[in-house]
T-cell receptor, first 116, second 113 residues
Framework: AQKVTQAQTEISVVEKEDVTLDCVYETRDTTYYLFWYKQPPSGELVFLIRRNSFDEQNEISGRYSWNFQKSTSSFNFTITASQVVDSAVYFCALSEGAGGYNKLIFGAGTRLAVHP | SQTIHQWPATLVQPVGSPLSLECTVEGTSNPNLYWYRQAAGRGLQLLFYSVGIGQISSEVPQNLSASRPQDRQFILSSKKLLLSDSGFYLC????????????FGSGTQLSVL
């Protein structure tokens, strides 16, 4: 069965610190997609990144970077020089579906608090 | 551009009362629609998804039901709410298959007392 584990329930850092959010997944599929979403206090989930199983290149977008390693089934998310606005719950998700739909299997989320 | 509307934003209901949450999508046709629930301090659990009008798939046996009376309308219902139905309910849509990202509504905080 598909499963996503985010072992870190809560992380607290001081502004400008770097922080890494861990994500480990389980799947028997050879083709799959991984996602990260941000949930700010307003509640709406905001899409951050999508990665397919055949692309292991790390990705950087501004202060955000993602490290995808199939050998360890991990898809970790790093925020460099964190800011107060980064405070949110972050979810890692794995796609499951066939044909014309996508069911996302979410991890439990990591609550990040960035303090001034 | 596409938008998703979900209402109400908050709802307080007594145990045993009915429930109806509505979600509509604009700016796209034949979207896949989803209802997720987020219990306090937990991840998101997929409740229902729909790939077309009248087509509903249930992921978890429960006290809730879903309907899709129109292409871009998705409704979550219950005849009699339980305390365990409390949570944050999110509607989402996607276009296409397994690689497509989901777009989420702003959610409904349901408290059953």
């Amino acid at each position: 069965a598909q499963k996503v584990t985010q072992a870190q329930t809560e992380i607290s850092v001081v502004e400008k610190e770097d922080v890494t959010l861990d994500c480990v997944y389980e799947t028997r599929d050879t083709t799959y997609y991984l996602f990260w979403y941000k949930q700010p206090p307003s509640g709406e989930l905001v899409f951050l990144i999508r990665r397919n199983s055949f692309d292991e290149q790390n990705e950087i977008s501004g202060r955000y970077s993602w490290n995808f390693q199939k050998s360890t089934s991990s898809f970790n998310f790093t925020i460099t020089a964190s800011q107060v606005v980064d405070s949110a719950v972050y979810f890692c998700a794995l796609s499951e579906g066939a044909g014309g739909y996508n069911k996302l299997i979410f991890g439990a989320g990591t609550r990040l608090a960035v303090h001034p | 551009s596409q938008t998703i509307h979900q209402w109400p934003a908050t709802l307080v209901q007594p145990v045993g009362s009915p429930l109806s949450l509505e979600c509509t999508v604009e700016g796209t046709s034949n979207p896949n629609l989803y209802w997720y629930r987020q219990a306090a301090g937990r991840g998101l659990q997929l409740l229902f998804y729909s790939v077309g009008i009248g087509q509903i798939s249930s992921e978890v046996p429960q006290n809730l039901s879903a309907s899709r009376p129109q292409d871009r309308q998705f409704i979550l219902s219950s005849k009699k709410l339980l305390l365990s139905d409390s949570g944050f309910y999110l509607c989402a849509w996607s276009q296409g298959g397994v690689r497509e990202k989901l777009f989420f509504g702003s959610g409904t905080q349901l408290s059953v007392l």
